[in-house]
């Protein structure tokens, strides 16, 4: 799970969904040892109580799916081994009354402070966000969307799945059909929902690393000709992988792809890990410990290239990566000095700036938090509220906007702007907002 590269960058993001993966891990982890089939009264209910708090701080984290879809799991599975007479316990009450004493009190505190702070959240975030009836619905894709999405996030180890399908299906025991029905009931759950990104289904990796380690690469080969072509299927996928890195980097070294920066020889150093544990590797391709080390090769490479920590002469896609503008921003900023953000919304320039920003006609998903606190301007619609803000302003105010909207959309606002010296990235032009006051 750690080495897929789906799960791998997912973690990176700055969003609630990994903690929501830590939550919902925990209650299935919780739920599975609960009912295993000669556990004692005593122990199920404190597995049963594990499950509930995870369930619940899950919640609390992102919303009801960490305690429908593991529930879901444990109906599935127990359905699976013919054992659903089982499900119903008196400790199934203690757990539910844990489950309940950690939401509702915080459920009913946040409604007495913002009104109809429920109806926003169990309606419109769960329901209507499923449905695609909601007024704000982002991130429209087809049903196949996490179908073809996944096979590219469990790169390298992907053409594993062979081998884990093949043994697997001939060896499978309880835990693995708890693994299979609860990454199959992620996945499927998420394809039905109208709005989809990558970051969804992050909860389905964990079972997923764990079928693919298990019966795909730490399972002995059997000795037949058929397991064999399964695991030299398997250790094509980091080849595969190897070679479209080198590639990746050649288009940015040589400048094959038009508006992409050219990276330094220096940046060669990453294939270094890579070379050395193909070598190493060479004689062991048929062992677990073999092909871990050339994936794990594969990561730090993917690390150099793709984080800014590793600077510009590593970074190939320095151009699409914000993070740095932010952060050259920030370190220009002074106290007094106000940011807006144009049609949009940024939270990781808050991350990186340390403070809010104005948005410009963009409520999006924020829209009933800005409502509930008006006080805080966070968003602002006309041009004279615009105003109000930057007059009052004994600093700088930096804009943030679209280059496709700098174009189309801030026609009438063009006399306000002045250039700056920051990088343009694709999606991202500074401006400094100036002469407001007529």
């Known amino acids: 799970m750690l080495a897929t ?24 982890v919780g ?52 054992r659903l007479a089982r499900l119903w316990n008196w400790s ?66 992907t053409l594993f799945i062979l081998r884990a399908v093949r043994q697997g299906w001939r060896q499978h025991d ?62 094509a996928g980091p080849l595969v992988v190897v070679v479209a890195l080198g590639l990746f980097w050649a288009a940015s070294y040589f400048q094959w792809v038009p508006r992409v920066p050219a990276i330094a020889r220096i940046s060669l150093l990453a294939f270094l890990p890579v070379a050395g544990a193909l070598w190493h590797a060479r004689r062991a391709w048929t062992t677990p410990a073999g092909v871990t080390l050339v994936q794990a090769s594969l990561l730090l490479a993917v690390a150099l290239w793709l984080s800014p920590l590793a600077g510009l002469d590593f970074n190939v896609f320095a151009h699409l990566n914000n993070s740095i503008l932010y952060k050259q921003l ?18 990781a320039l808050m991350f990186y700036a340390q403070r809010p920003y104005v948005s410009y006609q963009s409520k999006n998903e924020l829209a009933f938090g800005m409502g509930a606190e008006p006080q805080r301007r966070g968003n602002v619609d006309t041009l004279e509220a615009l105003r109000e803000i930057v007059r009052p302003c004994r600093g700088r105010v930096f804009a943030l906007i679209d280059p496709g909207d700098l174009k189309q959309k801030v026609k009438p606002l063009d006399r306000y702007f002045r250039p700056t010296a920051f990088p343009r990235t694709p999606d991202t032009v500074v401006v400094e907002l100036k002469g407001m006051d007529n």
Not at 7 to 22: A, K, N, R, S, W
Not at 330 to 347: G, I, K, N
Request: hydrophobic share 55%; proline share 7%; with cysteine.
């Open 31 to 82: 739920l599975f040892e609960a009912y295993q089939p000669e556990i004692r009264p005593a122990a199920q209910r404190r597995w049963l109580l594990l499950a509930a708090a995870g369930a619940a701080l899950g919640v609390m984290t992102k919303g009801l799916v960490a305690a429908v879809l593991p529930a879901g799991a444990l109906f599935l599975w127990l359905l699976w081994e013919r």
């Open 174 to 235: 309880s835990l693995t059909r708890f693994l299979l029905v609860w990454a199959l009931l992620v996945v499927v759950f998420f394809s039905i929902s109208s709005g989809k990104l990558m970051s969804y289904i992050l909860p389905a990796f964990l079972p997923l690393g764990l079928l693919l380690g298990r019966w795909g690469v730490a399972e002995p080969l059997d000795g037949s000709a058929g397991d064999r072509r399964c695991w030299m299927a398997g250790v």
């Open 330 to 347: 920030a370190a220009q900023l002074q106290p007094e000095d106000q940011l807006v953000v144009f049609y949009d919304y940024r939270p």
């Open 92 to 157: 199934l009450l203690w757990a539910a009354l844990l489950f309940l004493a950690i939401v509702a009190p915080w459920l009913w505190w946040l409604e007495q402070h913002n009104p109809g702070f429920a109806h926003s959240f169990i309606i419109d975030e769960h329901f209507s966000r499923f449905t695609g009836t909601r007024a704000t619905q982002g991130h429209p894709e087809p049903f196949w969307f996490f179908l073809t999405l996944t096979p590219l996030m469990l790169l390298p180890w």
């Open 5 to 28: 590269g789906g799960f791998f960058i997912g973690q990176t993001m700055l969003m609630t969904d990994p903690f929501l993966v830590l939550w919902f891990a925990a209650a299935c």
